[in-house]
């Protein structure tokens, strides 16, 4: 009876009744549980339940009055009676004469119900009300209203949550996806302009960054194909490729640590910096979505990495200087 007294309601705003009745569902699943007949067991308040009892008390009194909440529970009373009643006479077996088509079609109508609810949360846009059909009219009139920023999180979350359940189920996907919506809320409620500047400014630096490779290459290169003949050239011999290698490498690394880590060199030197008035975002968000594009970078780097590995064993003859024509006779 307990489980049956909290319906479902589409509205935003939950009132403190709909949390306490919420509470009284706590004994009854306990008691259930130890005393029900069937060793597979799931209870709880269902929304299918829920959204019965909702549409039923509505044809009478007002969604969120006194009376409804009445007549809510008046309902779930008699409807537990009922279902006692029932449990004692062993009427179980009438359930047999409802057709699976008629159990399926109220099944998926349902959740079609509940769907359609769900969605204008998802893309941040205003719900409609009437039937199934109205409030996806609803949906598809107001979808150029629709919040992207909000869309993002949603579709990250169920990402999360159906990604969490395929490859780690001891994973709770519904709480990873909370928390880290409520992590993404906090970090996209800034201005667009500046997180799109944030990420353009990564974006190129990732060229400074790729230096730091590519000069330790060259002194690797030199000692492991000495022999084979280039266009240029650093001059000095070893003692200046090595000058050169780690004087640039020296200054890449520097030029790459104040690209990502803004301000931390000014601290160091006692230099008038303000970091919020520079970047027009807090520290965490510019560190975050800075350190989130050279985490793809660096992503697409190593699958184009994996990808081409079949390209590099291939082994080609690349002529790299012109080789003098034989002389006539030879």
């Known amino acids: 009876m307990t489980a049956i007294s909290r319906p479902s309601r589409s509205r935003p705003a939950v009132s403190t009744r709909w949390l306490t009745i919420g509470l009284f569902v706590l004994p009854a699943l306990v008691l259930y549980a130890a005393f029900g007949s069937s060793r597979h067991l799931v209870v709880g308040p ?15 009194v007002a969604p969120g009055s006194g009376a409804f909440v009445a007549m809510t529970a008046a309902l779930a009373i008699a409807t537990g009676a009922v279902a006692l009643i029932a449990g004692l006479a062993r009427l179980g077996f009438l359930a047999n004469f409802i057709s699976e088509p008629v159990l399926k079609g109220f099944i998926v109508g349902l959740a079609l119900t509940i769907i359609i609810g769900q969605v204008p949360k998802l893309f941040g846009i205003e719900g409609g009300e009437g039937d199934f059909f109205e409030k996806l009219w609803d949906v598809v009139s107001n979808l150029g209203d629709t919040d992207w ?15 969490l359940r395929r490859f780690a189920a001891v994973v709770p996907g519904s709480l990873v996806a909370v928390a880290l919506g409520v992590a993404a809320v906090k970090l996209l409620s800034s201005s667009q302009a500046d997180t799109f ?15 730091i490779l590519i000069f330790p290459a060259l002194i690797k290169l030199r000692y492991s194909h ?51 008035d520079s970047w027009g975002v807090s520290r965490l968000r510019f560190e975050v979505f800075t350190l989130g594009t050279l985490a793809v970078v660096i992503a697409f780097a190593l699958v184009g990495y994996l990808a081409g590995r079949s390209v590099r064993e291939q082994v080609v003859d690349v002529p790299l200087a012109a080789t003098p024509a034989p002389a006539a006779g030879d």
Request: charged share 5%; aromatic share 12%; proline share 3%.
């Open 197 to 211: 500047t944030v990420v353009l400014y990564m974006a190129i630096s990732t060229t400074l960054v790729s230096y």
């Open 46 to 60: 269902m929304s299918a339940t829920a959204a019965l009892s909702a549409s039923t008390v509505a044809q009478f």
């Open 149 to 163: 920023r909000t869309l993002a999180v949603g579709l990250l979350s169920l990402a999360v949550v159906l990604g």
């Open 226 to 276: 000495a022999t084979v003949p280039r266009v240029f050239s650093v001059p000095g011999g070893k003692g200046g490729l090595w000058a050169i290698g780690l004087l640039c490498t020296a200054w890449t690394l520097m030029g790459s640590w104040v690209a990502i880590f803004p301000d931390t060199l000014e601290y160091v030197f006692g230099a008038d910096y303000n970091f919020v």
